[in-house]
């Protein structure tokens, strides 16, 4: 089985401090996501990667960036957390194969709140 | 741009009741994927099925079942004679089969469908 494993499910940060959430996942997946979901909104991409060291934005990019260094982890990082960047945030890995036509893998969650 | 869309924000039924889950999706291509993905209250997503757009055949999976049709742009999911673990959020995402670099493996999800099948 595919597993995602998210560094944190509960974290609490001040505003203006930088904050990083780590996702790692064990299946040499090529793709990994950032999402970030919020009550009545659904999910929205923050960010994604589709190799090492590359990423492209998703739909809500600002405020965040992300690092890809090794193929396994991504990394997100909130440069400087402001109160609505509390959330639910939601890490995923898929393998390439066809075209986008792999389902993604997700880790249990951070919930993040920023005071 | 492509778009999902889940009308029914919250359903309630009675345990061994079937319930019928909605999902209209918007796109210009025509390769597509579909997908639901469940949402327990643990909060973990766990992928559920997945359907592209050239196959129309509708899918059976014991208690689950999925209706696609192309000519509404529908992709609906039913569970016949619910159980309270079928409690959860249910999400319907969208991945178009054509874009630029990785992009063609983004995901557009609809907002969800919080479903409580009550005892």
């Known amino acids: 089985d595919v597993k995602v494993t998210q560094s944190s499910r509960y974290l609490v940060k001040r505003t203006g401090e930088k904050v990083f959430l780590e996702c790692v996942q064990d299946m040499d997946h090529e793709n990994m996501f950032w999402y970030r979901q919020d009550p009545g909104l659904g999910l929205r991409l923050i960010y994604f990667?589709?190799?090492?060291?590359?990423?492209e934005k998703g739909d809500i990019p600002e405020g965040y960036s992300v690092s890809r260094e090794k193929k396994e982890r991504f990394s997100l990082i909130l440069e400087s957390a402001s109160t609505n960047q509390t959330s639910m945030y939601l890490c995923a890995s898929s393998p390439w194969g066809g075209r986008g036509n792999q389902p993604q893998h997700f880790g249990d969650g951070t919930r993040l709140s920023i005071l | 741009a492509q778009k999902v869309t889940q009308a029914q924000t919250e359903i309630s039924v009675v345990e061994k009741e079937d319930v019928t889950l909605d999902c209209v999706y918007e796109?210009?291509?025509?390769?597509?994927?579909l997908f639901w993905y469940k949402q327990p209250p643990s909060g973990e997503l766990v992928f559920l099925i997945r359907?592209?757009?050239?196959?129309?055949q509708n899918e059976i999976s014991g208690r689950y079942s999925w209706n696609f049709q192309k000519s509404t742009s529908s992709f609906n999911f039913t569970i016949t004679a619910s159980q309270v673990v079928d409690s959860a959020v249910y999400f319907c995402a969208l991945s178009e089969g054509l874009g630029s670099g990785g992009s063609n493996y983004k995901l557009t999800f609809g907002k969800g469908t919080l479903l409580t099948v009550n005892p």
């Open positions: 796109t210009r291509d025509t390769t597509y994927y």
């Open positions: 359907r592209n757009s050239f196959d129309e």
């Open positions: 990667s589709y190799d090492v060291k590359m990423k």
